[in-house]
């Protein structure tokens, strides 16, 4: 089946810092990554999609990508801010076996400092 | 914007006792879903079910049941409630079923077992 491996479970920087969050994917299909943030007290809410590895999804100043060679895709920012804190998942949408099951990572808390 | 309620926001429930989490959707969509989300495991599969009166099983269905009366409704139901069922539930929906939808959630039901 498909499995999303999110090895950071917390990062913590000032702001201004420079953002990474890296994940492997395994699947056999074709799929599509998508980057999912949560703040405190709500459901998760869609933060970009990439359709297409190599090609760039941004959003909010957020840029992803996904490498079909090493079957790895990244979030990045160039400067947070103190608004970014919040949990990031990355996220594997396939159609493996004829139905649509997203497969989560097991999230990154982001924690800025002022 | 698409909507999803989930109601109760919160229970506490009975070691042994019968428990339902309810989940409505208004925005004409075919799939929804049933998420568990614990502390380093980010969010888990349930039950999904893609359309009404037919429910599928995710990655962690054992103790739990689902039932989708109506395209609107997806219900999530511990017969027996067990202390390792204290976790936060998001209900989730998407509108299509290609690879690339994104899942609209709700704000979550925040379940302890006593």
């Known amino acids: 089946g498909n499995s999303v491996t999110q090895m950071q479970g917390q990062v913590t920087l000032s702001e201004e810092e420079f953002l990474f969050i890296n994940c492997t994917y395994s699947?056999?299909?074709?799929?599509?990554l998508f980057w999912y943030v949560q703040y405190p007290g709500e459901g998760p809410q869609l933060l970009l999609k990439?359709?297409?590895?190599?090609n760039k999804g941004s959003s909010r100043g957020f840029e992803a990508t996904y490498d079909k060679g090493t079957t790895s895709f990244h979030l990045q920012k160039a400067s947070v801010q103190e608004s970014d804190s919040a949990v990031y998942y990355c996220?594997?949408?396939?159609?493996?076996?004829?139905?649509?099951?997203?497969?989560f990572g097991k999230g990154t808390s982001l924690v800025v400092h002022p | 914007e698409a909507a999803v309620t989930q109601s109760p926001r919160s229970k506490v429930a009975v070691t042994g006792g019968k428990v339902t989490l309810s989940c409505h959707q208004t925005?004409?969509?075919?799939?929804m879903y049933w998420y568990r989300q614990d502390t380093g495991h980010g969010l888990r599969l349930i039950h999904y079910?893609?359309?009404?009166?037919?429910?599928e099983k995710g990655d962690i269905p054992d103790g739990y049941k689902a039932s989708r009366p109506s395209q609107e409704n997806f219900s999530l139901i511990l017969e027996l409630a067990s202390l390792s069922q204290t976790a936060v539930y998001f209900c989730?929906?998407?509108?299509?079923?290609?690879?690339?939808?994104?899942?609209?959630f709700g704000h979550g039901t925040k379940l302890s077992v006593l």
């Open positions: 989730a929906s998407s509108a299509q079923t290609i690879s690339n939808e994104r899942l609209f």
């Open positions: 699947t056999t299909g074709y799929p599509t």
């Open positions: 990439v359709t297409t590895a190599n």
């Open positions: 996220v594997l949408g396939d159609l493996s076996g004829g139905n649509y099951k997203p497969t």
């Open positions: 925005n004409n969509h075919d799939y």
């Open positions: 079910s893609y359309v009404a009166d037919s429910t």
